[in-house]
């Protein structure tokens, strides 16, 4: 037997009960390794709660918490919830007012997404066992923005979008359109292939924390889809642009 699971705004992929059987086994897996390692996480954190601020602590705490759970690829909703608790002990630092007249700047740039509760590839699972690594780049100039999926060195799908930002929010909700998804192959940079998105393909992105190195943002199409679609990043140049 097959079920059917959506991996893009385009496209379905047909995933066997083999594939999702093996997901379980690696949960199961990913569980007691999480369990066996949590008198090692509580010693981590409290060898290194000693940095210069709460919100640094919230941080390192955060971040050991995205990277124990495997960039929320095939988690449980407990395991969210866990991660989410760390999410807003992030977020209830950020003042957004103090940011409104600098925050796109300093969202300007490369980000590595280091874990999300948005549907795949948004995480870095292409589908199935094979797994990527998630850029976010931010151009301010032309108010674009690409979200890249990258394999290594030889596959690439790179998501194409604007954004718009909404007056009155202290520039943190977005309008975002997709324009087109495409795959490279071997770092060239010309497309083998290009998909547009219907015209009128929007999500709003609410950034609910930003500094230097840290990003983090709640994005869908409603309340609810906002509220549960995290992204959690980090300031990286990515490998191709070094």
């Known amino acids: 037997m097959e079920k059917t699971t959506a991996l893009s705004p385009f496209k379905t992929m047909q995933i066997s009960t083999k594939t999702s059987l093996t997901s379980e086994s690696k949960r199961g897996w990913r569980l007691k390794k ?18 210069s601020s709460p919100l640094e602590n919230a941080k390192d705490e955060l971040e050991v918490f995205c990277v124990q759970m495997n960039k929320g690829i095939d988690i449980s909703e407990k395991e969210k919830e866990e991660v989410d608790e760390r999410v807003k002990n992030v977020e209830k630092y950020y003042q957004s007012s103090l940011m409104s007249s600098t925050m796109e700047n300093v969202a300007n740039g490369c980000w590595r997404v280091i874990y999300s509760t948005a549907p795949p590839p948004s ?3 292409l589908f199935g066992p094979i797994v990527g690594t998630a850029f976010q780049s931010i151009d301010k100039e032309e108010k674009t923005y690409e979200n890249v999926l990258a394999l290594g060195n030889w596959l690439t799908l790179r998501l194409k979008a ?23 192959l071997f770092e060239k940079k ?13 999500r709003e992105w609410l950034t609910t924390f930003q500094d230097d190195e840290w990003r983090i ?7 609810e889809e906002i509220s549960k679609n995290v992204f959690v990043m980090r300031r990286e140049k990515p490998w191709w642009e070094t």
């Open 123 to 125: 995480n870095g699972q």
């Open 162 to 184: 604007t954004y718009e930002i909404l007056e009155n929010t202290n520039k943190t909700r977005w309008t975002v359109t997709f324009i087109s998804i495409q795959v490279e």
């Open 217 to 223: 943002v709640r994005a869908g199409r409603t309340k």
């Open 34 to 51: 999480h369990s066996s390692k949590s008198s090692e996480k509580s010693s981590y954190l409290k060898t290194n709660n000693n940095r």
């Open 190 to 202: 010309e497309p083998v292939f290009v998909k547009a998105f219907p015209k009128g393909t929007t």
